[in-house]
């Protein structure tokens, strides 16, 4: 499959990061689009500082993820001529991961400012999957709404909300639930954590 993942600037890069991980794992084909608060959050919560053009921060996120070059590419916020900004190449799915408030409200409204709201756009009008990770919190009345429209569109919306009945160790853990939950959203299949079991309940 051909996977859509836009990192904007909320916090919470490390879900995108993880995410992009299985993505690539799995054998699927990922393009990534990341917005300017973007690239200032994965600089300061990863320490993964990417500058310079399309192709300069495709090699760096190629370096990152250790895969050859046709896995994975990188489009710019302002390149509107990518190809996943038309609905006669859309991809298969789209993830936003994180999702900022600003990003999720330009997706409710069908802005298409940039060109990541410009793919959720066409995966919306195209009927395809979109999922998003809103990390917010407390949620006003705004993002409730803008939330609870874009569910009633046909996104899934995937809050980052780990749980704990499968005993995680650490952080890694954590992040692989909220990651898990992702790809469940997109018909995937994963081993990121053991499932819930009534039967194994205590």
């Known amino acids: 499959m051909h996977i859509v993942l836009a990192i904007t600037g909320a916090s919470g890069a490390?879900?995108?990061?993880?995410?992009?991980?299985?993505?690539?794992?799995?054998g699927h084909?990922?393009?990534?689009?990341?917005?300017?608060?973007g690239f200032a959050v994965l600089g300061t919560e990863a320490g993964l500082h990417l500058e310079g053009s399309e192709e300069q921060v495709?090699?760096?996120?190629?370096?990152?993820?250790?895969?050859?070059e046709q896995n994975l590419r990188?489009?710019?916020?302002?390149?509107?001529?990518?190809?996943?900004?038309?609905?006669?190449?859309?991809?298969?799915?789209?993830?936003?991961?994180?999702?900022?408030?600003?990003?999720?409200?330009?997706?409710?409204?069908?802005?298409?400012?940039?060109?990541?709201?410009?793919?959720a756009d066409v995966m919306l009008k195209e009927r395809r999957p979109l999922v998003l990770v809103p990390r917010e919190t407390p949620l006003s009345e705004i993002h409730?709404?803008?939330?609870?429209?874009?569910?009633?569109?046909?996104?899934?919306?995937v809050p980052p909300m780990p749980a704990f009945y499968h005993s995680p160790r650490n952080v890694e853990d954590l992040v692989d639930f909220v990651v898990g939950k992702v790809l469940e959203a997109l018909g995937m299949e994963h081993r990121l954590?053991?499932?819930?079991?009534?039967?194994?309940?205590?």
Do not use: H, K
């Open 29 to 37: 084909s990922v393009t990534v689009l990341i917005s300017r608060t």
């Open 144 to 157: 409730l709404e803008n939330m609870l429209r874009l569910a009633r569109m046909g996104a899934r919306i």
């Open 74 to 119: 990188f489009f710019a916020e302002d390149n509107l001529m990518a190809p996943v900004a038309s609905g006669s190449s859309a991809p298969d799915a789209m993830v936003i991961c994180p999702c900022s408030m600003g990003t999720l409200a330009g997706v409710a409204c069908g802005s298409s400012r940039n060109l990541v709201e410009r793919c």
């Open 58 to 68: 495709s090699v760096g996120l190629r370096e990152r993820f250790r895969t050859p």
């Open 193 to 202: 954590y053991r499932a819930w079991c009534p039967q194994e309940a205590p």
């Open 14 to 26: 490390i879900y995108g990061l993880r995410l992009c991980e299985e993505l690539l794992a799995g």
